[in-house]
């Protein structure tokens, strides 16, 4: 799943140090219409697919590829394990590509750790105003 930005533990947060969650910011292979689709989530869309054949959630942790969970350190690897992934999370609506990797796993641990229906509510009503918002989005 090829979506653009990397988890990777290795590369730090410019302001705290932490691992950084690594996005491209202006990545020159995209398109200005492509650039469109990221800002406002709709590339997102495709994975609605992905739910209908069961494989994915509305809500949960962003899914990893294998390249990426092959490095995670032993705790990181619980946020994909514990529960389905999802095409939004607490993560997306609480901090997008402006938290730092470490934090953005404690967000997915605390979902897995934590869920109830209402939550996934909360969290899906809390969605479209992260994705108008563009905030931590590139």
């Given at each position: 799943?090829?979506?653009?930005?990397?988890?990777?533990?290795?590369?730090?947060?410019?302001?705290?140090?932490?691992?950084?969650?690594?996005?491209?910011?202006?990545?020159?292979?995209?398109?200005?219409?492509?650039?469109?689709?990221?800002?406002?989530?709709?590339?997102?869309?495709?994975?609605?697919?992905?739910?209908?054949?069961?494989?994915?959630?509305?809500?949960?942790?962003?899914?990893?590829?294998?390249?990426?969970?092959?490095?995670?350190?032993?705790?990181?690897?619980?946020?994909?394990?514990?529960?389905?992934?999802?095409?939004t999370g607490?993560?997306?609506?609480?901090?997008?590509?402006?938290?730092?990797?470490?934090?953005?796993?404690?967000?997915?641990?605390?979902?897995?750790?934590?869920?109830?229906?209402?939550?996934?509510?909360?969290?899906l009503l809390?969605?479209?105003?992260?994705?108008?918002?563009?905030?931590?989005?590139?």
């Amino acid at each position: 799943m090829g979506n653009g930005y990397s988890r990777i533990p290795a590369l730090r947060h410019q302001e705290t140090g932490q691992p950084a969650v690594y996005k491209i910011k202006n990545d020159s292979r995209v398109t200005p219409l492509g650039r469109l689709l990221r800002k406002t989530s709709l590339d997102e869309l495709p994975q609605f697919w992905n739910i209908l054949m069961g494989e994915m959630s509305l809500v949960g942790p962003r899914p990893s590829l294998p390249y990426e969970f092959e490095i995670y350190d032993i705790w990181h690897r619980r946020r994909v394990l514990e529960v389905k992934p999802g095409v939004t999370g607490l993560w997306q609506v609480s901090g997008r590509s402006r938290t730092c990797f470490d934090d953005m796993v404690r967000l997915d641990l605390r979902y897995s750790r934590s869920w109830s229906i209402w939550l996934d509510v909360k969290i899906l009503l809390q969605t479209p105003g992260a994705v108008l918002s563009g905030e931590g989005a590139y």
